[in-house]
Protein backbone atom coordinates (compact mmCIF):
# COMPACT_ATOMS: atom_id res chain seq x y z
CA UNK A 1 0.00 0.00 0.00
CA UNK A 2 1.58 3.62 -0.56
CA UNK A 3 2.61 5.45 1.80
CA UNK A 4 3.32 9.20 3.14
CA UNK A 5 7.13 9.13 4.62
CA UNK A 6 8.85 11.56 6.46
CA UNK A 7 11.98 12.44 7.69
CA UNK A 8 13.59 12.99 10.10
CA UNK A 9 11.70 10.50 12.42
CA UNK A 10 12.85 12.51 15.99
CA UNK A 11 14.84 16.24 15.69
CA UNK A 12 16.36 17.88 18.72
CA UNK A 13 16.89 21.33 18.63
CA UNK A 14 18.05 24.23 20.74
CA UNK A 15 15.52 27.17 20.87
CA UNK A 16 15.52 29.65 18.72
CA UNK A 17 16.67 27.69 16.17
CA UNK A 18 15.02 26.86 12.41
CA UNK A 19 13.86 23.00 11.69
CA UNK A 20 12.90 22.01 8.38
CA UNK A 21 10.45 19.03 8.60
CA UNK A 22 9.92 16.61 5.21
CA UNK A 23 7.23 14.50 3.76
CA UNK A 24 6.81 12.74 0.46
CA UNK A 25 3.49 12.57 0.29
CA UNK A 26 1.54 9.63 -1.64
CA UNK A 27 2.80 9.91 -5.50
CA UNK A 28 -0.87 10.69 -6.96
CA UNK A 29 -2.27 12.97 -4.34
CA UNK A 30 -3.16 16.83 -4.63
CA UNK A 31 -3.72 17.92 -1.66
CA UNK A 32 -1.20 17.58 1.35
CA UNK A 33 -1.75 18.44 5.23
CA UNK A 34 0.69 19.01 8.55
CA UNK A 35 -0.82 18.50 11.45
CA UNK A 36 0.63 18.41 15.41
CA UNK A 37 0.06 16.46 17.97
CA UNK A 38 1.56 17.42 21.25
CA UNK A 39 2.34 14.34 23.69
CA UNK A 40 -0.78 13.23 25.03
CA UNK A 41 -3.19 15.72 23.22
CA UNK A 42 -5.42 15.69 20.35
CA UNK A 43 -4.20 15.65 17.09
CA UNK A 44 -4.60 19.31 15.34
CA UNK A 45 -4.81 20.84 11.81
CA UNK A 46 -2.04 23.50 10.39
CA UNK A 47 -2.40 23.78 6.95
CA UNK A 48 -3.21 22.24 3.68
CA UNK A 49 -2.10 22.91 0.65
CA UNK A 50 -3.28 22.77 -3.23
CA UNK A 51 -2.17 23.61 -6.22
CA UNK A 52 0.88 24.86 -4.79
CA UNK A 53 -0.23 27.46 -2.14
CA UNK A 54 -1.64 27.01 0.95
CA UNK A 55 -5.52 26.61 0.82
CA UNK A 56 -6.71 27.00 4.71
CA UNK A 57 -4.36 27.57 7.88
CA UNK A 58 -5.14 27.42 11.56
CA UNK A 59 -4.54 30.04 13.86
CA UNK A 60 -1.80 27.83 15.21
CA UNK A 61 -0.02 28.11 11.74
CA UNK A 62 1.31 32.05 12.59
CA UNK A 63 4.51 33.77 10.48
CA UNK A 64 6.39 31.04 12.47
CA UNK A 65 5.49 28.51 9.91
CA UNK A 66 5.90 28.11 6.34
CA UNK A 67 5.56 25.35 3.79
CA UNK A 68 7.16 24.34 0.75
CA UNK A 69 6.81 21.95 -2.56
CA UNK A 70 10.40 22.16 -3.45
CA UNK A 71 10.36 19.76 -6.51
CA UNK A 72 7.51 17.22 -7.40
CA UNK A 73 7.70 15.01 -4.51
CA UNK A 74 8.97 16.74 -1.35
CA UNK A 75 6.06 19.08 0.73
CA UNK A 76 8.25 20.23 3.69
CA UNK A 77 7.20 22.53 7.19
CA UNK A 78 9.67 24.94 8.43
CA UNK A 79 9.53 26.11 12.12
CA UNK A 80 11.56 29.18 12.26
CA UNK A 81 12.67 30.25 15.73
CA UNK A 82 11.54 27.82 17.63
CA UNK A 83 10.44 27.63 20.92
CA UNK A 84 9.87 24.70 23.82
CA UNK A 85 5.88 24.42 22.88
CA UNK A 86 6.70 23.51 19.58
CA UNK A 87 7.93 20.13 20.90
CA UNK A 88 5.03 17.95 19.62
CA UNK A 89 4.82 14.89 17.13
CA UNK A 90 4.45 16.61 13.50
CA UNK A 91 2.68 14.43 10.99
CA UNK A 92 2.75 15.21 7.22
CA UNK A 93 -0.87 14.13 5.00
CA UNK A 94 -2.13 13.83 1.67
CA UNK A 95 -5.28 12.99 -0.01
CA UNK A 96 -6.44 12.73 -3.54
CA UNK A 97 -9.62 14.55 -2.78
CA UNK A 98 -10.54 17.32 -1.19
CA UNK A 99 -11.78 16.70 2.77
CA UNK A 100 -14.57 18.28 1.27
CA UNK A 101 -15.42 15.06 -0.76
CA UNK A 102 -14.96 12.84 2.25
CA UNK A 103 -11.95 11.76 0.83
CA UNK A 104 -9.26 9.27 2.89
CA UNK A 105 -6.07 11.16 4.36
CA UNK A 106 -3.30 9.12 4.86
CA UNK A 107 -0.54 9.83 7.33
CA UNK A 108 3.02 9.56 7.50
CA UNK A 109 4.30 8.36 10.78
CA UNK A 110 5.50 11.66 12.30
CA UNK A 111 8.46 13.29 13.08
CA UNK A 112 9.12 13.80 16.14
CA UNK A 113 10.58 17.20 17.32
CA UNK A 114 11.96 18.11 20.88
CA UNK A 115 12.84 21.71 21.43
CA UNK A 116 15.84 22.33 24.30
CA UNK B 1 -14.50 25.96 14.08
CA UNK B 2 -15.92 22.93 14.54
CA UNK B 3 -15.56 21.63 17.75
CA UNK B 4 -16.23 17.88 18.37
CA UNK B 5 -16.15 16.27 22.46
CA UNK B 6 -15.39 12.53 22.74
CA UNK B 7 -16.61 10.79 25.70
CA UNK B 8 -15.31 8.74 27.56
CA UNK B 9 -11.52 10.13 27.50
CA UNK B 10 -10.21 6.57 28.64
CA UNK B 11 -11.62 3.44 28.92
CA UNK B 12 -10.36 0.31 30.72
CA UNK B 13 -11.89 -2.86 29.79
CA UNK B 14 -11.39 -6.43 29.92
CA UNK B 15 -10.85 -8.49 26.82
CA UNK B 16 -13.65 -9.68 25.61
CA UNK B 17 -16.46 -7.20 26.88
CA UNK B 18 -17.30 -4.70 24.40
CA UNK B 19 -16.56 -0.67 24.23
CA UNK B 20 -18.42 2.13 22.58
CA UNK B 21 -16.58 6.31 22.15
CA UNK B 22 -19.65 8.76 21.70
CA UNK B 23 -18.61 11.68 19.36
CA UNK B 24 -20.73 14.83 19.93
CA UNK B 25 -20.97 18.53 18.48
CA UNK B 26 -23.17 20.99 19.06
CA UNK B 27 -23.59 21.63 14.96
CA UNK B 28 -24.96 19.54 12.38
CA UNK B 29 -22.39 17.67 11.24
CA UNK B 30 -21.68 17.22 6.88
CA UNK B 31 -19.75 14.27 7.85
CA UNK B 32 -18.08 12.24 10.32
CA UNK B 33 -14.93 10.01 10.12
CA UNK B 34 -12.77 7.85 12.47
CA UNK B 35 -9.12 7.56 13.24
CA UNK B 36 -6.83 4.92 14.77
CA UNK B 37 -4.00 5.92 16.45
CA UNK B 38 -2.16 3.05 18.24
CA UNK B 39 0.43 3.64 20.86
CA UNK B 40 3.08 5.93 19.29
CA UNK B 41 1.48 5.59 15.92
CA UNK B 42 -0.30 8.09 13.24
CA UNK B 43 -3.65 7.96 12.84
CA UNK B 44 -5.62 6.10 10.31
CA UNK B 45 -8.46 5.92 8.74
CA UNK B 46 -10.93 3.53 9.35
CA UNK B 47 -14.39 5.07 8.04
CA UNK B 48 -16.26 8.39 7.00
CA UNK B 49 -20.35 8.63 7.87
CA UNK B 50 -22.47 10.88 5.42
CA UNK B 51 -25.69 10.14 5.74
CA UNK B 52 -28.22 10.90 9.02
CA UNK B 53 -28.39 7.68 10.68
CA UNK B 54 -26.32 5.78 8.69
CA UNK B 55 -24.90 2.88 10.22
CA UNK B 56 -21.06 1.33 8.79
CA UNK B 57 -19.73 -2.00 9.78
CA UNK B 58 -16.17 -3.36 9.76
CA UNK B 59 -15.93 -6.48 11.23
CA UNK B 60 -16.12 -6.03 15.00
CA UNK B 61 -16.74 -2.53 14.83
CA UNK B 62 -19.67 -0.75 14.14
CA UNK B 63 -20.20 3.06 13.29
CA UNK B 64 -23.13 4.76 14.06
CA UNK B 65 -24.07 8.55 12.45
CA UNK B 66 -27.13 10.23 14.13
CA UNK B 67 -30.37 10.89 12.62
CA UNK B 68 -29.62 14.95 13.76
CA UNK B 69 -26.24 14.64 12.18
CA UNK B 70 -24.64 15.95 15.26
CA UNK B 71 -23.35 12.85 17.14
CA UNK B 72 -21.70 9.73 16.40
CA UNK B 73 -20.74 6.26 17.68
CA UNK B 74 -18.06 3.62 17.07
CA UNK B 75 -18.89 0.23 19.22
CA UNK B 76 -16.48 -2.78 19.46
CA UNK B 77 -17.95 -6.10 20.16
CA UNK B 78 -15.85 -8.59 22.03
CA UNK B 79 -12.29 -6.32 22.02
CA UNK B 80 -9.54 -7.78 21.89
CA UNK B 81 -5.77 -6.41 22.72
CA UNK B 82 -5.37 -5.53 19.34
CA UNK B 83 -8.04 -3.12 19.58
CA UNK B 84 -6.01 -0.78 21.65
CA UNK B 85 -4.97 2.65 20.91
CA UNK B 86 -6.57 5.77 20.58
CA UNK B 87 -9.92 6.36 18.65
CA UNK B 88 -10.48 10.00 17.05
CA UNK B 89 -13.36 11.26 15.48
CA UNK B 90 -12.65 13.82 12.89
CA UNK B 91 -15.38 16.20 11.16
CA UNK B 92 -14.22 18.26 7.50
CA UNK B 93 -15.02 21.84 8.03
CA UNK B 94 -14.23 24.52 5.18
CA UNK B 95 -12.80 23.07 2.25
CA UNK B 96 -9.67 20.98 3.35
CA UNK B 97 -9.35 21.13 6.77
CA UNK B 98 -10.10 17.88 9.19
CA UNK B 99 -10.96 18.95 12.97
CA UNK B 100 -10.09 16.11 15.18
CA UNK B 101 -12.29 15.22 18.39
CA UNK B 102 -10.56 14.59 21.79
CA UNK B 103 -10.29 11.02 21.33
CA UNK B 104 -10.80 8.00 23.64
CA UNK B 105 -7.69 5.92 25.01
CA UNK B 106 -9.02 2.60 25.17
CA UNK B 107 -6.55 0.10 27.31
CA UNK B 108 -8.06 -3.86 27.39
CA UNK B 109 -7.20 -5.57 29.84
CA UNK B 110 -6.15 -9.60 28.58
Known amino acids: EPEVTQTPSHQVTQMGQEVILRCVPISNHLYFYWYRQILGQKVEFLVS????????KSEIFDDQFSVERPDGSNFTLKIRSTKLEDSAMYFCASSSKTTGEGNTIYFGEGSWLTVV | GQQVMQIPQYQHVQEGEDFTTYCNSSTTLSNIQWYKQRPGGHPVFLIQLVKSGEVKKQKRLTFQFGEAKKNSSLHITATQTTDVGTYFCAVSGGYQKVTFGTGTKLQVIP
Open chain 1, 49 to 56: FYNNEISE
